[in-house]
């Protein structure tokens, strides 16, 4: 078992943890009559810069994959450890089992990548790992794709309904690997982006459907470049944003509409007391100017989700050792619906390193984990958290059970889906064809509140001839599928 330190920091090798019985926290007050508070109950002490948040085991509770790492000082580590902690339903989890990816890395993700039903693990590293799942919270042998770096990103690149693996070298590119069909990735083929890679992750900047990739590179200042996608698997140039002088970048970046305008916005990490900074998108993949938004300690993690229940996104950030040399912290910045934010709930935590917003109890508000800890949040009287979507629909009464209809069917020239989530969070809409061939992509892990939604289709813009087709919606719990029958006038 080996283990790497942070690139910034020393660190020293993080030692195996045990569960502490009834570890849990008092109730932690908000600042605001409107902002919720939250109780922590924490499952493990260890820090863990790798978070994935899913249910493994289809029981229809959120399950935690985390890698223990350790800390000294203003060191971590991590390693290629990942343990696995089923969840019960009402916040608590129980340890699992523990795997072993191929290396240690930053980066974990919660995937399908071969389209089974059953969500597989998928870890930066050098080299790449996979595992594939088996359904009931238990994992296949690490596969190995060779990678030259800590960080990796995923998402369907080419259209063809599975998910591709984004792994940057150690030079100037980064590698675009498409999925076979299978599970499996091939070698990939380079793609220049200016200087080494900091971090990476992908999202829809110019609004026509395909998934983009956005990088921060390793440089003294802030320096980003977005690679337009094709929707083929392949890039245009990278679009240069520099942001001059300043605290370097944390690893974490966090797509989203923020401003409600309908082109996504990116929240950037930074070390040094520098906090957040959030770039309003022009949706070509360009940025307006900066807004800055310190926070004590190092930035390193962030998460999306609306945690008061107004319909705003909201950013929750892991403040590592923020108030060294006792503990780190979470805030939580409340978003306004136009691009602007108030640092509201600060949550003393042991570290402060991942954070990842999540379901996690039967409520319908939105909770955090952090480390190895759950911040469950309490809620605001009168209000319900969810998360609000990309394109900011129009929502009404909450449903019991996901459903959804296209109007008008057939469709000649532009329609609508109208859908109603039981429950918020991340939702994916596509269209197939009758070969089951993904055609096109209305959404792609959104987020929007519980209630009704409306998205519309533009056959021209969709590149649908005559004939029948097949939306799909998925949701963090629950998928519908419908037929859209095409014709000419």
Known sequence: MSSVSSRLWPSRRAARFSIPAGLVSLLVASQAATQPSFTQICFGTNLSHAIAVADFDHDGDQDVAVSPGQATGLAFSFQPEIDVFLGNGDGTFGFAVQVSAAAAFLDLFAVDVDNDGNLDLVASGMPASVLRGNGDGTFQASESYASTSFMAAVGDLNEDGFTDLITPDDTKNIIVRLNQGDGTFGAGDPVRVGDRVRFVTTSDFDGDGFLDVVVTLESSDISLRVLLGKGDGTFGHPIKTNLGPGPPPGRDLAPADFNGDGNTDLAVAAYSGGGLLFLPGTGNGKFG??????????????????????????????????????????????????????????????????VVAAHLDADSTLDIVVDYCAL?????????????????????????????????????????????????????????????????????????????????????????????????????????SGCIVVMDR
């Open 376 to 480: 469950l949040n309490e809620g605001v009287a009168g209000a319900a958290a969810a998360a609000p979507n990309l394109h900011q629909p129009i929502v009404n009464a909450v449903p019991a059970r996901l459903t959804a209809a296209f109007s008008p069917n057939p469709l000649r020239r532009q329609g609508a889906l109208g859908f109603n989530l039981p429950r918020g969070g991340k939702v994916s809409i596509h269209l197939y064809d009758v070969r089951g061939r993904r055609v096109h992509t209305l959404m792609d892990r959104a987020w929007l509140v519980a209630g009704n939604h409306t998205v519309g289709v533009d056959r021209e813009a969709a590149g649908l001839g005559t004939g029948m087709y097949f939306y799909r919606i998925e949701t963090e719990e629950s998928r519908k």
């Open 289 to 354: 100017s900066p807004t800055s938004y310190p926070m004590p300690g190092n930035t390193t993690r962030l998460d999306v989700g609306d945690f008061d229940g107004d319909g705003n996104n909201d950013i929750v950030a892991g403040n590592y050792f923020a108030n060294f040399p006792t503990n780190g912290n979470v805030s939580i910045l409340y978003g306004n619906g136009a691009g602007a934010f108030t640092i509201g709930a600060v949550i003393p935590v042991t570290f402060g390193n991942g």
